[in-house]
């Protein structure tokens, strides 16, 4: 870099490519002296900057929750409480399912329940009698381990009706579906009385009491800044003037869009009190420098040309022999809208 500073800033980068015809090139205020084998050109000094140590990305907003919600059994819509834009609290009954096929078979495994609980009692007296029995040695052990065997099985009874119960009562309790935290309701794709499976979507829940904003990231940017959750940056909303919020780094991508080369980041805030953010609008991420401000070297975009084998080329007026050469350069990103940065050359 240091070697690009010292030669870079005595010499001028041309704007348009020259056509040199074994003619030199006189300097007179600022352009070139035109001869009769010579094309007029403009020149620029090579720029020393110090970038923003801020550059703003364009960001998307979305909540931090957003949640399809379904039955876990099927069955006809009974009643439907909320409609788009409701706000709901966690727990609210959102939609019911007609409960009646599920509350008869719970009463049929209360029956069945009762049933095997009776042959249980029944099981035990049996094996008391037979143990007082064969310690007398008045029945074989055969016939004290038949008992014993059917005291097991009225017990198992017991306990498989048990379980078959409180699965039939989680049921009973699905019919009813609830939010799982306070939202605002997006969408219900369902009407009432529509017969519904376990599964299928029926209402689109959001959460945006704390906002995600995504923004990508060039690489030559985002390689200057501390990627680590809790990283501050701040937030500007178009819709809301040039008001700025605080947010926090939350999470990043480190693989880079194959569209657009860049790395998507994204930041979570408390959402304003002061407007109305919804997901979908359109946010600024302005995102300090983590290593501080360091000067670049800059030459304009347009005076940059390729060769034959894809290099970056420039042409470098040498003010001893007023002459031009190409230079070969590496690049290291954009500075603004009409400079690049040089990092070696």
Known sequence: MKSVHNALITWVICLLMIIVSGSSLAQTSGTSTEYPSSRTVLWEKVKICVPDSAISHPGKVSACKNTLLAFRVSGPLLRINVKPGDRVKKGQ??????PQDFRDQIAVLDAQLAGAKSRLATAKLDLQRARTLFDQKVIPQADFDHTVNGSQIAGAMVSQVEAQLTIAKHHLAYTSL???????IIDTTVENHEMVSAGEPVVKLHDISVLEITAGVPENELIRHSLAAGAKAMIRFP????????????????????????????FVLKAPETGQILPGMTAELIWPDSHGSESVITVPTKSIIMDKNGDSMVWIYHPDTHRASRRKITTNGFLGANQTIVSQG
């Open 93 to 98: 009954v959102l939609m019911q399912i007609d």
């Open 239 to 266: 819709a809301l003037g040039d008001q700025a919020f605080s947010a926090t780094l939350k999470e990043w991508k480190t693989a880079a869009d194959p569209a657009t080369k860049t790395f998507e980041v994204t």
């Open 178 to 184: 609830k939010s799982p935290y306070d939202g605002i």
